[in-house]
């Protein structure tokens, strides 16, 4: 896809490329109609070719825009100009959990609970909605200056409108290798569990550092598929013991052995950050985040 700064889709007006993924590139916008920022996410060129795609973007728009919670991303329209399919939403200022992981690395527990909380209470509303979200991962956590911290990218979500498609006719995976659900590596039909599952591999790595598996796709398949997780002592020594507990309950392979709700992980996540004193990160804590490297460091937490 060419540069599209400076360009009007409908009414909006790029100015700057915020991400791009193998689907689509994200950018800033002006909406010249109400004079306000926007987010204008665009479908690939190549894929506004194939009315599978263009579907399933269709889609992501509708379920999104159905979705009214204040940690789930707003939005607000979706359209099509000169064979280019796009969809306005809610402009984040800020920026997203994986970019302050890749910066950060480590963030501890205390971070974990404050991060986590708001996705887990989105989440079990988007799944009394019926609709789960299959991706989830850092990439799709948004963290603002103003200390929000916000779900986007319903872009394979399931729907009771949908076909439950597993992989779409050109091959592609559907989800993140490293944050699949073992339902979504043995390509079985999954249900909010799966993204609970998701959500307890985000949790491990906001506190070892690491994601629980690593390595080429295939491997991955089969590690969430069969292999338990090492426990997080193994990766850091100084953590409490009961965090094993508590992801190795969250990265259950059978989905009925999962917390039944992402509040009951974060619950369990914060039970033991009590029970060893550690605060928990505030607002203004988790607002630093927002701020990418140069800007002032990320305040500690007291331990």
Do not use: C, W
Request: proline letters at 7%.
């Amino acid at each position: 896809m060419t540069s599209l700064i400076g360009r009007r889709l409908g009414r909006y007006e790029l100015r700057a490329e915020l991400g791009r993924g193998g689907m689509a590139r994200v950018y800033r916008a002006l909406d010249t109609l109400l004079q306000r920022q926007v987010a204008i996410k665009v479908l690939a060129a190549q894929l506004s070719l194939d009315p599978e795609f263009v579907r399933r973007f269709e889609r992501e728009a509708s379920t999104a825009a159905n979705l009214r919670h204040p940690a789930i991303v707003t939005v607000y329209d979706v359209g099509e100009q000169d064979g280019l399919y796009y969809i306005a939403m809610e402009y984040v200022s800020g920026r997203s959990l994986h970019a302050v992981l890749e910066e950060r690395s480590t963030l501890g527990l205390g971070y974990a609970v404050s991060l986590l909380e708001p996705v887990a209470r989105a989440l079990d509303y988007a799944h009394g909605q019926s609709a789960v979200h299959r991706d989830i991962k850092p990439h799709n956590i948004l963290v603002d200056r103003d200390g929000r911290v916000l779900l986007t990218d319903f872009g394979i979500a399931q729907t009771p409108d949908s076909d439950g498609e597993r992989l779409t006719r050109t091959g592609i995976f559907m989800g993140t290798p490293e944050y699949i659900s073992p339902e979504q590596a043995e390509a079985r039909r999954v249900d909010g569990r799966s993204d609970l599952y998701a959500l307890g591999v985000v949790a491990y790595e906001i506190i070892t550092g690491r994601v629980p598996f690593s390595g080429a796709t295939p491997q991955l398949i089969v590690a969430h598929a069969q292999l338990p997780p090492p426990p997080p002592t193994s990766v850091l020594a100084h953590l409490p013991g009961e965090l094993d507990e508590v992801l190795a309950k969250a990265l259950a392979k059978r989905p009925e052995r999962r917390y039944a709700t992402g509040q009951e992980l974060v619950d369990a996540l914060r039970a033991v950050a009590m029970r060893y004193g550690t605060p928990l990160a505030t607002r203004e804590q988790v607002a630093a985040l927002s701020e990418a490297a140069g800007a002032p460091p990320v305040p500690p937490i007291p331990q």
